[in-house]
């Protein structure tokens, strides 16, 4: 199987390298890449520009936000399978695709999903938090559970069947989209019980208290957009069954 993986970037020059590298060293062969860059006024371009002979598709030009980059990436995405990995995030090893596409063929699965581990974002070396996730179950989203989204991996059928990312969320899109894909369409999902990916600390949904509550407000909005029942306490299981990432 075929697989995108779509890198979206803005004014990502200190970190950029890291991923396209990372993409660029997996051993499975058959991936298409894309970038997808909002404009940058730095160094990004020229970065990707020494690698843009390995780079299926670049594009440059101002967007709506990451989750409209996103979907520019989607778009353009003519494989069978579709991931993100966004600027300063990196792949653990360079046998993550092939994990990836692996399980998704022997358990016929729609999407798969591992575990995560927050780096410091000037010494990727150092791991602040562990994100370990688990098999899907129904009932575990109202626990405040949901899979780690820089490691989650669809079918582009699923995209095209059941949509992208609803741009009228700023923060909680990748969580709405999950919610809808699992829990409002069960689509067949797999487990990867090991560390994919390594992110960097400081993305838009972490940066401060008023962009955590934000984001646990948009979760909620998701659960009563997509007819789902849940208590408005999902807002504070969410941060809470984070707690133990931590330690």
């Known amino acids: 199987m075929k697989i995108s993986i779509i890198t979206v970037c803005f004014n990502s020059a200190k970190t ?11 051993g499975y062969k058959n991936i298409e890449y894309i970038i997808i860059d909002g404009g940058s006024a730095d160094d990004t371009l020229a970065t990707v ?10 594009i440059s030009e ?13 778009n353009l995405a003519e494989a069978d399978i579709v991931g993100f990995l966004n600027s300063g995030d990196f792949y653990t090893d360079e046998k993550v695709i092939s994990r990836v596409v692996e399980a998704m063929r ?3 699965a729609d999407c798969c999903y591992g575990d995560l581990e927050y780096v410091a974002q000037h010494n990727p070396a150092r791991i602040v938090r562990r994100w ?3 098999p899907y179950q129904d009932g575990l989203f109202e626990r ?3 899979p780690p989204h820089p490691t989650f991996f669809a079918k582009k059928s699923v995209f095209d069947r059941y ?9 909680g899109a990748d969580y709405e989209l999950m919610l809808r894909f699992l829990k409002k369409y069960n689509i067949r999902s797999c487990y990867i019980p090991s560390v994919l990916v390594k992110m960097r600390i400081g993305g838009k949904s972490n940066k401060s208290l008023r962009h955590i509550i934000k984001a646990n407000i948009e979760c909620y909005r998701a659960w009563r957009e997509n007819d789902l029942t849940v208590s408005p306490f999902i807002m504070l299981r969410k941060p809470v069954s984070k707690l133990r990432q931590y330690f």
């Open 132 to 134: 370990k996730s688990e």
């Open 16 to 26: 950029i390298e890291d991923t396209i590298k990372s993409v660029l060293s997996q």
């Open 49 to 58: 520009a020494k690698y843009q002979n390995q780079i299926d598709k670049i």
């Open 144 to 146: 405040g559970w949901h």
């Open 62 to 74: 101002p967007d709506g936000g990451i989750y409209d980059a996103m979907n520019k990436g989607l």
């Open 106 to 108: 022997v358990n016929n």
């Open 163 to 171: 949509g992208g990312f609803d741009l009228t969320y700023d923060i």
